[in-house]
């Protein structure tokens, strides 16, 4: 039972495009919504987040929207550069205190921004 | 800081062996916790713990075993190597929430194990 889907494996962008990867989630309690991004062999790290009381969220280049209604969200990369070509992980959490944090992720998109 | 750091970096097993990843954060965080990443898939996760002396099982348990003696320290023993435990191996930490509050996760550079 996947939670949290990103249904596009990759993306391919053309420099100083916009990028935008979606997320989708079924889970009513999911009340927090990250992305993260991951270049090979590192470990994943925080890119931008999004709390259930708000639909958008901006933080430089990087925008996530969410629509609670769809139960999705979108990461909105605006311009996008080479630098930004990784895998994108959409995450999701309650953000009550029992769930000490615990995330589940979506599948990953490996986007690609060519020059 | 170094953060959350990670070894070994890599290692190849034979079925049947048992080994240890180590992971070490030094940001005097209370949570911590262990996610594999099977190609094309997400982070699923294994075990975490709040603090030192309390852990509980993830999402995909079976095959191992952590324990937590330290805030510093969260290893995980993989007892009975198979190669359904070919992965990448991420250690995570973060500060402890409190209601309403999301802390995000810091992760470790991942440890890739190859099970033969």
């Known amino acids: 039972d996947q939670q949290v889907k990103q249904n596009s494996p990759s993306l391919s962008v053309q420099e100083g495009r916009i990028s935008i990867l979606n997320c989708d989630y079924t889970?009513?309690?999911?009340?927090?919504f990250l992305w993260y991004k991951k270049y090979p062999a590192e470990g994943p790290t925080f890119l931008i987040s999004i709390s259930s009381i708000k639909d958008k969220n901006e933080d430089g280049r990087f925008t996530v929207f969410l629509n609670k209604s769809a139960k999705h969200l979108s990461l909105h990369i605006v311009p996008s550069q080479p630098g930004d070509s990784a895998v994108y992980f959409c995450?999701?959490?309650?953000?009550?205190?029992?769930?000490?944090?615990?995330?589940?992720f979506g599948q990953g998109t490996i986007l690609t921004v060519h020059p | 800081n170094a953060g959350v750091t990670q070894t070994p970096k890599f290692r190849i097993l034979k079925i049947g062996q048992s080994m240890t990843l180590q992971c070490t954060q030094d940001?005097?965080?209370?949570?911590m916790y262990w996610y594999r990443q099977d190609p094309g898939m997400g982070l699923k996760l294994i075990y975490y713990s709040v603090g030192a002396g309390i852990t509980d099982k993830g999402e995909v348990p079976n095959g191992y075993n952590v324990s937590r003696s330290t805030t510093e320290d969260f290893p995980l023993r993989l007892e009975l190597a198979a190669p359904s435990q070919t992965s990448v191996y991420f250690c995570a930490s973060s500060p402890r929430g409190v209601a309403g509050i999301y802390n995000e996760q810091f992760f470790g550079p991942g440890t890739r194990l190859t099970v033969l």
């Open positions: 995450a999701a959490s309650h953000a009550g205190g029992t769930s000490y944090g615990k995330l589940t």
């Open positions: 940001m005097n965080h209370n949570y």
């Open positions: 889970n009513s309690m999911f009340d927090y």
